[in-house]
């Protein structure tokens, strides 16, 4: 069982930056694949950016993409979301997530149901 904690969020105005992190305890973290996702008040939660367990593969959505990057330090057992040129669009708690298989196709990793365990959460608020 993995079990996934976020840390890093915050209030922070538009343009600036924040680095989220999620360390993971118990299981083979390192070979799964990992993702981020939001969600917003009164909204669904959201597909962020992926990473497969070896970190060939990445993926982002439209709204984030060259803007926000995931990387991860294997030796920390930890995956990070490095955000920059923040928008107020960009807020809402954000999550971390662990998929048992070591990657996901195109469409399953943007999907919450392709992932089995999640943090707590993080909020970040972004003020314009």
């Known amino acids: 069982q993995v079990q996934l904690v976020e840390s890093g969020g915050g209030l922070v105005q538009a343009g600036d930056s924040l680095r989220l992190s999620c360390s993971a305890s118990?299981?083979?973290?390192?070979?799964?694949?990992k993702g981020w996702f939001r969600q917003a008040p009164g909204k669904e939660r959201e597909f962020v950016a992926y990473m497969s367990w070896t970190g060939a593969d990445t993926d982002y959505s439209d709204s984030v993409e060259g803007r926000f990057t995931i990387s991860r330090d294997n030796a920390k057992n930890t995956v990070y979301l490095q955000m920059n040129s923040l928008k107020p669009e960009d807020t809402a708690v954000y999550y971390c997530?662990?998929?048992?298989?070591?990657?996901?196709?195109?469409?399953?990793?943007?999907?919450?149901?392709?992932?089995?365990?999640w943090g707590q959460g993080t909020q970040v608020t972004v003020s314009s």
């Open positions: 118990g299981g083979t973290f390192s070979m799964y694949a």
């Open positions: 997530a662990a998929s048992r298989s070591p990657s996901l196709g195109p469409g399953g990793r943007t999907l919450a149901t392709g992932y089995d365990y």
